[in-house]
């Protein structure tokens, strides 16, 4: 097995968990629940394929282009493909397809679902980090933005243009974020300095979450 990075690149993307499955001896990583990628071992506990799913298009694409990646093992042709463990498939690029794979299994849930699974606010606030969850506040998910600092009855107004107006999942999906409406929730009590360091934090998990991923 060449890519020795494999298993904890796949666990450090929100929301992965990783079972055995033993009656197939496959190493498999879920996200919400729901298989995107695996290991394949023989007898021996060795791998013998990596399953991930693409595009169809895109994986007759690699599937064309290099010997190591061929119709999914044991698995949807269509949809799934393995890759040669043992293989010459560039690591970046084994990368990619194992986040675009990611990506489209989180994508088939609601749009309300994928910022459960990633465990975001839409603005990528970890809501369980704050002070004020489960006393102040359930959390903007739970809340759907009405969240203890937003007007009385209304959502915060990040939300209620990311998720109400635009319909995305979250801001990491916008191009113009970290836009105007980031900038007018500053909390006053916060520095300039230090209210930026909250953008560049909570930017930094929804690009880590979900556009490195490829949503």
């Given at each position: 097995?060449?890519y020795?990075?494999?298993?904890?690149?796949?666990l450090?993307?929100?929301g992965v968990?990783?079972?055995?499955?033993e009656?197939?001896?496959?190493?498999?990583?879920?996200?919400?629940?729901?298989?995107?990628?695996?290991?394949?071992?023989?007898e021996e506990?060795?791998?013998?394929?990596?399953?991930?799913?693409?595009?169809?298009?895109?994986?007759?694409?690699?599937?064309?282009?290099y010997?190591?990646?061929?119709?999914?093992?044991?698995?949807?042709?269509?949809?799934?493909?393995?890759?040669?463990?043992?293989?010459?498939?560039?690591?970046?690029?084994?990368?990619?397809?194992?986040d675009?794979?990611?990506?489209?299994?989180?994508?088939?849930?609601?749009?309300?679902?994928?910022?459960?699974?990633?465990?975001?606010?839409?603005c990528g606030?970890?809501c369980?980090?704050?002070?004020?969850?489960?006393?102040m506040c359930?959390?903007?998910n739970?809340?759907?933005?009405?969240v203890?600092?937003?007007?009385?009855?209304?959502?915060c107004?990040?939300y209620?243009c990311?998720?109400?107006?635009?319909?995305?999942?979250?801001?990491?999906?916008?191009e113009?974020?970290?836009?105007a409406?980031?900038?007018?929730?500053?909390?006053?009590?916060?520095?300039?300095?230090?209210?930026?360091?909250?953008?560049?934090?909570?930017?930094?998990?929804l690009?880590?979450?979900i556009?490195?991923?490829g949503?």
């Amino acid at each position: 097995m060449r890519y020795l990075w494999m298993d904890e690149y796949l666990l450090s993307k929100r929301g992965v968990t990783k079972d055995l499955q033993e009656s197939w001896n496959w190493v498999r990583y879920h996200v919400g629940g729901k298989m995107f990628a695996a290991i394949c071992l023989n007898e021996e506990d060795k791998p013998y394929y990596i399953n991930l799913k693409l595009e169809p298009l895109e994986g007759e694409f690699f599937r064309e282009k290099y010997e190591d990646v061929i119709p999914g093992y044991y698995s949807n042709k269509v949809h799934w493909n393995s890759i040669n463990p043992d293989g010459a498939l560039p690591d970046e690029l084994l990368k990619t397809m194992l986040d675009k794979s990611y990506a489209l299994v989180l994508g088939g849930f609601s749009k309300k679902r994928q910022r459960e699974i990633l465990g975001l606010s839409c603005c990528g606030t970890d809501c369980e980090k704050c002070g004020c969850f489960g006393t102040m506040c359930k959390g903007c998910n739970a809340s759907n933005g009405k969240v203890f600092h937003a007007p009385a009855g209304k959502a915060c107004p990040i939300y209620a243009c990311s998720v109400q107006k635009k319909k995305l999942a979250t801001c990491g999906e916008c191009e113009e974020a970290p836009c105007a409406v980031w900038r007018g929730t500053k909390d006053p009590n916060l520095s300039q300095e230090k209210f930026e360091a909250t953008i560049t934090e909570r930017m930094g998990n929804l690009r880590g979450g979900i556009e490195s991923n490829g949503i």
